[in-house]
């Protein structure tokens, strides 16, 4: 089972993206703030992350960094973002992200987009 970290302030998005995931038999751990998922990336080993970019203390953007700079192979990482900033995306990339979706997102297109990225991937638990 493949292990998803989310990530977002916002109750309502952790609450259903989580349920959406585990409908699907992932395994989903969440993190309401860049500290707490800094720390969840080491004790849980995700094997994707669902990132908000616009949160207190840390941002999405200093967790993306700190994620990049993990040994090891790369952590797919998604953002989620209602910045209307023209340059936030541009950044994100830059920064090194995978996936791009600004808010208000479906369900389904964050769920197809995980679907695609882990089915492709071969798991050293699965071997």
Do not use: H
């Not at 995980?114 to 798991?123: F, H």
């Amino acid at each position: 089972m493949a292990r998803i970290l989310v990530v977002d302030d916002d109750p309502g998005i952790r609450s259903l993206l989580t349920d959406v995931l585990e409908m699907e038999d992932y395994e989903v751990t969440v993190a309401v703030d860049g500290l707490a998922a800094l720390q969840a990336v080491e004790t849980v080993g995700p094997d994707f992350v669902i990132l908000d970019v616009m949160m207190p203390g840390l941002d999405g953007f200093a967790v993306l960094s700190a994620i990049r700079a993990l040994d090891g192979e790369p952590v797919p990482v998604l953002m989620l973002t209602a910045a209307a900033e023209p340059g936030t995306n541009t950044r994100a990339w830059a920064d090194g992200v995978d996936y791009y979706l600004a808010k208000p997102f479906t369900a389904d297109a964050v769920l197809d987009l995980i679907d695609g990225v882990l089915s492709q991937q071969v798991r050293v638990n699965d071997l």
